[in-house]
T-cell receptor, first 110, second 115 residues
């Protein structure tokens, strides 16, 4: 089975740093993805981790620990436009589909 | 270059009706996946097609079917619509079947309301 957990909502202040956690229990593992989805829009790809460690891409970084079934997305220097839903997704070994969590709705306040 | 395009963007149907949703992938992409996103939830995998063959199917009833055409565009069909089928239907394309990073490029979706 697949179980992907992430917080439902988070609030942070403009200019601050926020960490969005994701834990997963899946029957297989072939990569973890983070997507950003603004209200009423399509999800857009942020990051991909398949090996343990930190992947940095500008203001966004993503970390993976396969032994702990744990990932986080780190957003630095928050901007108002970062207010969105952040989706954690796992690709199991046995297929090509992505299994998404329910998403974390991030609100950035002035 | 055009991104993933879906049609229609919005539609309203009544219970028991049938619906066909269409998707054109990014030029050069051979894989198309369909996801259902209910309000407040993450996308749920329905189908993946690669080179016109079904490569994966999610936990959806047989009322849901899909196909991919020689030009790699795709259709999702849902028969005997239920109220619970109301959702945003997302199409995603990728260049490969899933053996690499598997980055998916999503379309804006087709929002289906079943009354």
């Amino acid at each position: 089975g697949q179980n992907i957990d992430q917080p439902t909502e988070m609030t942070a202040t403009e200019g601050a740093i926020v960490q969005i956690n994701c834990t997963y229990q899946t029957s297989g593992f072939n990569g973890l993805f983070w997507y950003q989805q603004h209200a009423g829009e399509a999800p857009t790809f942020l990051s991909y981790n398949v090996l343990d460690g930190l992947e940095e891409k500008g203001r966004f970084s993503s970390f993976l620990s396969r032994s702990k079934g744990y990932s986080y997305l780190l957003l630095k220097e928050l901007q108002m436009k970062d207010s969105a839903s952040y989706l954690c997704a796992v690709r199991p070994n046995s297929g090509y589909a992505l299994n998404f969590g329910k998403g974390t709705s991030l609100l950035v306040t002035p | 270059d055009a991104g993933v395009t879906q049609s229609p963007t919005h539609l309203i149907k009544t219970r028991g009706q049938h619906v066909t949703l269409r998707c054109s992938p990014i030029s050069g992409h051979k894989s198309v996946s369909w996801y259902q996103q209910v309000l407040g939830q993450g996308p749920q995998f329905i189908f993946q097609y690669y080179e016109k063959e079904e490569r994966g199917r999610g936990n959806f009833p047989d009322r849901f079917s899909a196909r991919q055409f020689p030009n790699y565009s795709s259709e999702l069909n849902v028969n005997a619509l239920l109220l619970g089928d109301s959702a945003l239907y997302l199409c995603a394309s990728s260049s490969e079947a899933g053996d690499n990073t598997g980055e998916l490029f999503f379309g804006e979706g087709s929002r289906l309301t079943v009354l």
